[in-house]
């Protein structure tokens, strides 16, 4: 994700003749024990505000 994240970055968006800057924010977490769908994504998305409240433009990860 950080690669990704550092590519878009660092890529010019060229908008009618000119280019505008793109960030992206990730949230992740993996599958623990016992996880269904929806406490994942519960926690995926914890991180994403996570990122963005932290200054956005940011991958954060899901304590273990």
């Known amino acids: 994700c950080e690669r990704i994240r550092a590519a878009i970055?660092?890529?010019?968006?060229?908008?009618?003749?000119g280019s505008v800057p793109?960030?992206?924010?990730?949230g992740l977490t993996g599958f623990r024990?016992?996880?269904g769908v929806?406490?994942?994504f519960?926690?995926?998305?914890?991180a994403l505000y996570a990122a963005k409240?932290?200054?956005r433009n940011?991958?954060?990860a899901a304590d273990s």
């Not at 970055?9 to 003749?17: C, H, L, Y």
């Not at 793109?22 to 990730?26: E, F, G, N, Q």
């Not at 519960?42 to 914890?46: E, H, I, K, M, V």
Request: proline fraction near 3%.
């Open 33 to 35: 024990p016992g996880d």
């Open 9 to 17: 970055a660092t890529s010019e968006f060229a908008v009618e003749g």
């Open 42 to 46: 519960a926690r995926a998305d914890a």
């Open 38 to 40: 929806r406490s994942a």
């Open 58 to 60: 940011r991958c954060v």
């Open 53 to 55: 409240r932290g200054g």
């Open 22 to 26: 793109v960030t992206v924010s990730c």
